[in-house]
C-alpha cells in the first residue's frame, strides 16, 4: 500500500521558495461525484513534481507521470496495459476556503488546480491527469477476433460451435450495407444543406 502522493506547500506560500516531490505509486484512491475510485497500475509508476511560486497564491507545477494505465480490450475484454509518459504543467492556486482540490477552467481557458490544504494531495489531480490521457478503446492486438456473441467464448483461441453458423465474412456484408449508402447519397435533405452552406 503507497501513501498518497503529496507536496507539501506550506513553506513555499510563506517564503515563495520551491518546493518538490518524488516518488512512485502502485495505484490511486482519489474521489469522484461523493465515491472513492481506485486508479491501478500494472507497475509501479514513478512521478515527479516541481511546484514553483509566481507570487501570491499563484503557483507553476512542472513534472512527470509514468503510469501503466490497465484497459479491457474493446472486443475481447483481456486486460491490455497502456503506458503513458505524462508531461505535468498546471496552474496551482492556493484558497484556504477550499476543501478537496479541483480543477477549474482559468479565463485563458488554461486549466487551474485549486486547492485549500497547503500539504496538497495529488493523487485526484494525477489520476485525472492519467484518465484524460488514456485512449477510450484499445484493441489487445490488431486483429482481435472477439467473443462469440452467442455463448461468449474468446474467438482468439479457436472457433466455438456458433462460428459455423454466423462465419465472418458474413457479418462484415450486413455491416458494409451498400444499399444504404446509396440512399444517403440521394437524400433530398442532403442537397438542402448544400445549398444553405454559402449563407454561413
Ligand atoms: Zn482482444
Ligand atoms: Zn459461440
Do not use: W
Not at 116 to 123: H, K, Q
Not at 148 to 169: K, R, Y
Request: with cysteine.
Amino acid at each position: 500500500m503507497t501513501d498518497a502522493p503529496r507536496i507539501h506547500l506550506g513553506s513555499l506560500l510563506r517564503t515563495s521558495s520551491d518546493a518538490h516531490t518524488t516518488g512512485e505509486l502502485d495505484h490511486l484512491t482519489y474521489e469522484q461525484g461523493g465515491q472513492e475510485q481506485i486508479l491501478r497500475f500494472a507497475r509501479p509508476a514513478p512521478f515527479d513534481v516541481n511546484v514553483n511560486s509566481l507570487g501570491g497564491n499563484e503557483m507553476y507545477l512542472q513534472g512527470y507521470f509514468h503510469p501503466v494505465v490497465v484497459m479491457e480490450c474493446a472486443r475481447c475484454l483481456r486486460e491490455v496495459e497502456v503506458p503513458l509518459q505524462l508531461k505535468l504543467g498546471t496552474l496551482l492556486r492556493y484558497d484556504p476556503a477550499v476543501d478537496a482540490p479541483f480543477l477549474e477552467e482559468a479565463e485563458s481557458g488554461e486549466e487551474v488546480l485549486v486547492f485549500g490544504d497547503p500539504d496538497l494531495d495529488l493523487s485526484a489531480y494525477l489520476a485525472e491527469t492519467a484518465l484524460l490521457a488514456a485512449p477510450l478503446s484499445v484493441l489487445h492486438a490488431p486483429d482481435c477476433k472477439g467473443l462469440c456473441q452467442v455463448c461468449g467464448h474468446d474467438l482468439n483461441e479457436g472457433p466455438c460451435e456458433h462460428s459455423a453458423q454466423v462465419p465472418v465474412e458474413k457479418i462484415d456484408d450486413e455491416l458494409g450495407n451498400p444499399e444504404g449508402t446509396v440512399h444517403a447519397r440521394q437524400n433530398p435533405f442532403a442537397a438542402l444543406r448544400d445549398l444553405k452552406l454559402p449563407e454561413d
